[in-house]
């Protein structure tokens, strides 16, 4: 299988090449010989759109998706990396929770830094992550800077001094 990938208004990066060329693997066990695959990339005003089309025996498949909100894309990415980690998180309990937390108030810190994070369900003692992003993204900081650099904490649902004092 021939893979294309393209970015307009945006750099294709190695680890973002490697994501994709790892999904279109998958993809290989649903349909019949795989000939051709071009992905096209794209960022206009503050939408990330993709769209693949897989030349296969017999036709083509094309499928588009675009995210509005790069701070939700963000969170989510950081669910499923944490789901993956500890799987006795669901990413999308992780996700919501994320989300329920930004809801009452943007986590962007200042300086570039944002703290996510969030009471979850299940959780038994505190799970942390640092992410350095490639490129900073908007995430509603108190000084308007884009975020590049991400504390991630979940605590237990009951915690309280103590995700205090941790955050």
């Not at 939700?72 to 789901?83: P, S």
């Not at 640092?130 to 649902?157: N, Q, R, S, T, W």
Request: hydrophobic share 45%.
């Amino acid at each position: 299988m021939q893979v294309n990938i393209s970015g307009h208004q945006l750099e294709v990066t190695k680890p973002l090449r490697e994501y994709i060329e790892l999904k279109l693997k998958k993809l290989e066990g649903h349909f019949d010989k795989i000939t051709n695959v071009q992905v096209t990339m794209a960022v206009e005003k503050l939408k990330q759109k993709i769209e693949a089309t897989l030349h296969i025996h017999g036709g083509e498949v094309v499928a588009n998706a675009e995210h509005d909100d790069i701070k939700k894309a963000v969170l989510e990415e950081i669910a499923k990396m944490i789901g993956q980690q500890v799987p006795e998180f669901d990413w999308q309990t992780v996700y919501e929770s994320l989300i329920a937390r930004e809801k009452l108030g943007s986590t962007g810190f200042g300086n570039g830094i944002a703290i996510p994070h969030c009471r979850l369900k299940g959780c038994t003692s505190p799970v942390s992550a640092v992410l350095h992003l490639e490129k900073p993204v908007d995430f509603d900081a108190i000084d308007g800077a884009p975020v590049d650099l991400l504390f991630v904490l979940l605590v237990p649902e009951a915690a309280t001094d103590a995700h205090l004092e941790l955050l």
